[in-house]
């Protein structure tokens, strides 16, 4: 299958060799039994062994990414996305809102949280004096989308959480902020439900972790914006606090 442009943009940055159809005369095909490769030979031939073999707590952000780029440990929904939705936002962000799974748009766009629900996420981040990309991440327990946005299931969420659990590792966040009951209960191991798992702090790899409504709920229900809003409060003074 021929990579994205987002894939190729991903390994070309972490200097992973990427093969390209040599130029063809105009009014061609292209000779795809002849190509080339961009990159420095012996580094991106290294980077990409170390990309496919390492384990994944070896790896730094930018391997993670090209790994899940790659996986296909879910065969439905490999089969079926359009692209990997790995996260976005600031490496070193102090916030890390990690939600549910990509949607249809998500899945588009490559990106968590696009559309309504996300434009509602980014209104909380502005409140907050937050915005999308600095001190923030957004992640999802999930990087593929489950096809008609079902709920993911258990097998699927625990093949993606080594994934998951390394960006958390990496980015090091001063608080966490599970959006939604799927998101909380799978992060939490409970089967608790939101109402219980709200208004306290938790812990997840040693940061603590506040539950709050997720945004397409709130779109749904938007009197619950105000528990939302205070779910949040309690999230900024953890951050302060620390
Ligand atoms: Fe791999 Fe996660 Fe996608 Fe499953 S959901 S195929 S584990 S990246």
């Not at 031939?45 to 384990?55: G, I, N």
């Not at 709920?217 to 809003?229: G, N, V």
Request: net charge positive.
């Amino acid at each position: 299958m021929p990579l994205s442009t987002r894939q190729r943009e991903v390994l070309h940055q972490i200097g992973i060799p990427v093969w390209v159809p040599r130029q063809s005369p105009a009014g061609e095909p292209p000779d795809v039994g002849a190509t080339e490769v961009s990159g420095v030979p012996g580094q991106a031939t290294a980077a990409a062994a170390t990309v496919r073999s390492a384990p994944v707590a070896e790896l730094d952000l930018g391997g993670l990414q090209a790994r899940v780029a790659g996986c296909t440990a879910c065969t439905e929904l490999a089969r079926q996305r359009t692209q990997t939705v790995f996260g976005v936002g600031d490496s070193h962000a102090d916030w890390l809102f990690i939600g549910e799974a990509p949607g249809a748009e998500e899945d588009r766009r490559g990106e968590p949280f696009v559309g309504r629900a996300g434009q509602l996420l980014e209104n909380m981040l502005a409140a907050l004096g937050l915005r999308r990309g600095d001190n923030v991440y957004i992640a999802n327990i999930l990087k593929c989308r489950p096809p008609g946005n079902r709920d993911p299931s258990p097998e699927e969420t625990s093949a993606c959480r080594p994934f998951l659990d390394r960006q958390i590792d990496l980015i090091q966040p001063r608080v966490i902020v599970a959006l939604g009951r799927i998101a909380a209960q799978s992060l939490l191991d409970s089967s608790a439900p939101l109402g219980r798992l709200r208004g306290r702090e938790h812990e997840l790899r040693g940061i603590p972790l506040v539950v709050t409504y997720h945004p397409a709920y709130l779109l749904r229900s938007p009197s619950d914006k105000a528990r939302a809003w205070g779910d949040l409060l309690l999230a900024r003074a953890r951050v302060l606090r620390s």
